[in-house]
């Protein structure tokens, strides 16, 4: 339970050839990664709406008018 089986160390192995190997494999993964975000911040404002005019109240029919009076 304690020992690592060499599938463990296989999977370990690999994992450190991901992050290790070669020259700037995780700086290149967390590029493309921070790449992703800003497009994706990018597409989010420019689907804000246009700000709203200012509205201006209705005017009263002339029927609400006489009965407002009374």
């Known amino acids: 339970m304690g020992s690592l089986s060499p599938w463990h160390l296989l999977i370990l192995a690999l ?14 993964i967390m590029g493309d990664a921070a790449k992703g975000i800003r497009a994706f911040r990018d597409g989010l404002k420019g689907d804000e709406p246009p700000p709203a005019a200012p509205t201006q109240p209705l005017a009263r029919p002339e029927a609400e008018k006489d009965t407002a009076a009374r």
């Open 15 to 28: 994992l450190m050839l991901l992050v290790f190997g070669g020259r700037g494999k995780l700086s290149g």
